[in-house]
């Protein structure tokens, strides 16, 4: 168990409305990650931490935006929610070595 | 562009039997490779990984091959299991900046039969 809690676990949301989506881990990994798994896709990276306040994007980034104010928070925000959005959202957490570990998700849809 | 992939959606095998999954991949800078299994409204768990100076890392039941010259990989589960069952995703990482960010395949469904 590497500590990490995704909130809310499920979200349903009109299309243009915002949207977060909350990451929290315990025991204060410098990297975390938030990737989107769609079926014929496996899970692709939309942003990454390095650090408070230092983040990146990933492979699918448009349309999201991230914030990390705080070691233990990573924010996924959605300015204007579109239905190609509708995934399941997983964050993770990178351990001692390579290997990521990852929250238990976000299924999000965007009607 | 897939730059890993794993080309077969599902695999059935027998319980007991040896489950072999398989993934390619195309980018020369990939250094590290891993395997998640995941069940359905959880996520992905992390299994085992190998580092391209290696062509073999053995955990238990579960063994990973690396072939560089070929750019394939292939997970290994001796004896299969019914709670095997899940999706796997193989990943990988390297070539740069970027706090090792892993590129994952599409996934194999294995289920395992009694």
């Known amino acids: 168990d590497a500590g990490i809690t995704q909130s809310p676990r499920h979200k349903v949301t009109e299309t243009g409305t915002p949207v977060t989506l909350r990451c929290h881990q315990t025991?204060?990994?410098?990297?975390m990650y938030w990737y989107r798994q769609d079926p014929g896709h496996g899970l692709r990276l939309i942003h990454y931490s390095y650090g408070v306040k230092d983040t990146d994007k990933g492979e699918v980034s448009d349309g999201y935006s991230v914030s990390r104010s705080k070691t233990e928070d990573f924010l996924l925000t959605l300015e204007s929610a579109t239905s190609s959005q509708t995934s399941v959202y997983f964050c993770?957490?990178?351990?001692?070595?390579?290997?990521?570990?990852f929250g238990p998700g976000t299924r999000l849809t965007v009607l | 562009d897939q730059q890993v992939k794993q080309n077969s959606p599902s695999l059935s095998v027998q319980e007991g039997r040896i489950s072999i999954l398989n993934c390619d991949y195309t980018?020369?800078?990939?250094?590290?490779f891993l395997w998640y299994k995941k069940y359905p409204a959880e996520g992905p768990t992390f299994l085992i990984s190998?580092?391209?100076?290696?062509d073999k890392n053995e955990d238990g039941r579960f063994t990973v091959f690396l072939n560089k010259s070929a750019k394939h990989l292939s997970l290994h589960i001796v004896p299969s299991q019914p709670g095997d069952s899940a999706v796997y995703f193989c990943?990988?990482?390297?070539?740069?900046?970027?706090?090792?960010?892993?590129?994952f395949g599409t996934g194999t469904q294995l289920k395992v039969e009694l």
């Open positions: 993770a957490i990178r351990g001692t070595s390579n290997e990521q570990f």
């Open positions: 025991e204060n990994h410098r990297y």
């Open positions: 990943a990988a990482s390297g070539g740069g900046r970027g706090g090792n960010k892993l590129t």
């Open positions: 190998i580092s391209s100076i290696k």
């Open positions: 980018n020369s800078m990939f250094d590290y």
